[in-house]
């Protein structure tokens, strides 16, 4: 019997939908974990493998949320085992109960494990719970080999003016790099981490993330329809500073062009600004935090120019290939988006570069896409053909050297 595990926070599209709150970070997850997990399953079909699932979901801590948060298992196809863990969900040790809960599910699932011929653990994230939880697996099976997956350094995400925030968060960080020796492999989602973490050649891959078979289906089957005449250009993500909501704005009075419309979707600290924008400029429109991610792909399908903005040259810019660019180029619409280390340098032939990152920037890319016609190559079909969920993850199966 071959095993492979998934360490991570696996969500099915109904588990998502129900939880009580949704933060950007949570849908970015995610929508990553479905994609790669699904793809997985696709290529180990018709072979000596079988994939379960051990989960652990954060969310808002008690009181706004429940006290306990129970154990939940379910089945996300026939004959998989897959689990979401239970712990106190109390605030500040919820963090490390969290931790402690990926263990004692592994555990659990080990009781009826043991006599696997062949183990592959793979570890969403290098969160330290998931890494221990793997290489206790690790210890107990002879024939066990650990990947971990790095969609984003945790030291630059969720930052704030806090030194105990941040010193515990860098001590963090260095408690898990002395656990990298004994993980087998890395799948980064940007090639500067391999720098970041020190690792060798051999021991990493680069696989930006992917995009799904059910976004695929989406994008495919939608019929698109104008709303107007109006050139729309749309943003969705964070709505904050550090994603360049100011230098969109200042664009947006810099273009005097009245057949402009520029739509805005998410949440962040610069949401009372853009409502204040939009009351002065109707070709704002703010149209809040959607509900789910087929709202949002509609909205995107209706676009004539996606931007992909963000400050680049921020902390965690190299260390991240934004989930954004897989989204927007599938629609077929074209794509603005700045210019950022973390993103491979081949992805541009297929997206209007903003040059300089500033209003004066946005400004001339939106001009360029206004302007011209489709100048650019076919972004939806390279993304479609290339970097879909089976392509992807049959990659990292074979980095894995798990036989197809």
Known sequence: MKKIIWIGSYMTDEQFANLPTKSTGQLSAFTSERSLVGGIDVNIENTDYTMDTIGVISGLSFPKAEMFIKQEKFQRKAGTYDVHSGFCNFPYINRFLRGKAYKKEVKRWYENNKNVDELVVYTYGVGIGKIKAAIWLKNHIPNCRIYTIIPDIPMFVNMKNSKVWNYLKKRSEIKTKRLFPVIDGFVLYSAPMADYFCLSPEKWMLMEGSISNEDINFVKNFEKKKPNENFVMMYSGAVDVARGMPQLLQAMKDLPDRDLELWLTGKGNYVEKVNAAAKEDSRI????????????????????????????????????????????????????????????????????????FSSEGIVNAVKFAKDNGNSKENGQEFVIENKNDVVQTKRMLDFAKVSS
């Open 285 to 356: 429109k703010y149209l809040g935090c959607l509900d789910t991610r087929e709202e949002v792909l509609e909205l995107e399908m209706q676009a004539d120019l996606l931007l992909h903005i963000r400050v680049p040259d921020a902390p965690y810019a190299p260390y991240c290939f934004p989930s954004k660019v897989f989204e927007y180029l599938a629609t077929g619409n074209k794509v603005a988006s700045v210019i950022m280390a973390g993103i491979p340098e081949d992805y541009y032939k297929y997206m209007i570069p903003i040059e300089n």
